[in-house]
């Protein structure tokens, strides 16, 4: 079964590139010198961001919908990060490197099923939940932090 990963858009992001400290503050974010790979995934790229490089850590509504599983956490996006991942049957690096929990949701933004699987085998998993009609798409995010990491939609 065909599937399609993506990443967030740049644009929400792009007003933080290169603020200063108290504009950063103000806007609840943190900018941190990337010192280990993997630790700091792009939600834009998703890929680990590399040694040296600046990310962000921010809050972000990354299930924006009417029902309780309305969803808003923390997110590293790498500054400066502008083409968002965006392709078909293809598992990004950033998730295939980790623990990750995929949540099936149908059309109104209620879960209908999820599970935990090694990314290695995150395929299989996709399958499985797109196999319920019902499940509109899925969002992955990182099991252990509990970070957002993307969303897969059907193909």
């Given at each position: 079964m065909s599937f399609r990963i993506r990443g967030l858009s740049a644009k929400p992001f792009r007003r933080l590139y290169g603020q200063d400290e108290s504009v950063l503050a103000e806007a609840?974010?943190?900018?941190?010198?990337?010192?280990?790979?993997p630790g700091f995934p792009d939600r834009v790229t998703?890929?680990?961001a590399e040694i040296g490089d600046t990310a962000?850590?921010?809050n972000f509504v990354t299930h924006d919908v009417d029902t309780p599983y309305r969803t808003s956490y923390a997110i590293f996006?790498?500054?400066g990060a502008e083409e968002a991942f965006d392709e078909v049957d293809e598992v990004p690096p950033a998730m295939r490197a980790r623990l990750?929990?995929?949540?099936g949701f149908d059309e109104?933004?209620?879960l209908i099923d999820a599970d935990v699987v090694d990314g290695r085998d995150v395929e299989v998993l996709i399958t499985?939940?797109?196999?319920?009609p019902g499940?509109?798409?899925?969002?992955?995010?990182n099991a252990k932090h509990g970070c957002y990491s993307g969303l897969i939609e059907r193909a």
């Open positions: 609840g974010a943190r900018r941190f010198v990337v010192d280990k790979k998703m890929r680990d962000l850590l921010l996006v790498r500054e990750l929990s995929l949540r109104k933004g209620w499985r939940l797109f196999y319920n499940i509109a798409y899925i969002h992955a995010h």
